[in-house]
């Protein structure tokens, strides 16, 4: 069966606008629309049904829960809450698990910085790139003029300022070299293979992770289409780090997939 292409459905809602011929449902049963933002092209309009927006949720709780975020964080969403579909999931996903959601639309970065740190926020939400603009405004752990650091806990530093760590994605051994002179603490390699999370983004295939395994001093991961299925041949090419998505989320069940994907990694 041939894949539908995003440009596909871009074109079909060009054709026949504003949401195009290829509609499920008829259109009151839809409460939710997004849209990707244009960036490499004409935006790709989404509805979706509130039991689609739910299994979509639930997909972030699960990438929460994996990071380590708990009912007890405090999550600070550094975005203007416009169509884009990933940070409203991400809210919803927070508030799902019980965190407190701090927004921080129509903010500067150095009232979101300050933000941040009155209310001694815990986890941040927001793009790679917008940290490093974060990060480039905070002095790389320097809170703004004006603003100082909440007072540490027992036994902790005074003083304490915020210490990012900042990854950055790379399809090419020339983008992970501006990466680094960056000073990006790690990068991710990929994709490696076909990936459904990234579905017009062409594999750089096994030899960019060799190259990296070769010539990458600062942590790295391999990224893109990784299942259990290949991951040998990824972890024979160099990779020692890897990040998965869909192999473990679309699995029967996630926990032995996880625990698959560690014992493979713990042998190494």
Known sequence: ????????????????????????????????????????????????????????????????????????????????????IGFWLAFDAGQKIGTLCVPGGGLSSESRLKAILENEITVLCCTPTYALRLAEVAGFGVPPSGVSAPEPPEGGTPNQTISPKIGLSTHAPAQAERAIAAGADYVAIGPIYATGTKPTAKPVTLDYIRWAAANVKIPWFAIGGINLQNLDEVLAAGAKRICVVSAILRSADIKIACAEFRKRLDGL
């Open 1 to 84: 069966i041939p894949f539908t292409t995003k440009q596909e459905l871009v074109a079909d809602q060009q054709k026949i606008p504003p949401f195009g011929s290829n509609l499920t449902f008829p259109l009151e049963n839809y409460t939710r629309f997004h849209q990707t933002s244009g960036t490499t092209g004409t935006p790709l309009r989404w509805l979706d049904t509130p039991e689609s927006w739910n299994w979509m949720v639930e997909n972030w709780v699960e990438v929460f829960r994996a990071a380590g975020v708990e009912a007890t964080d405090k999550i600070y969403f550094a975005f203007s809450f416009g169509p884009f």
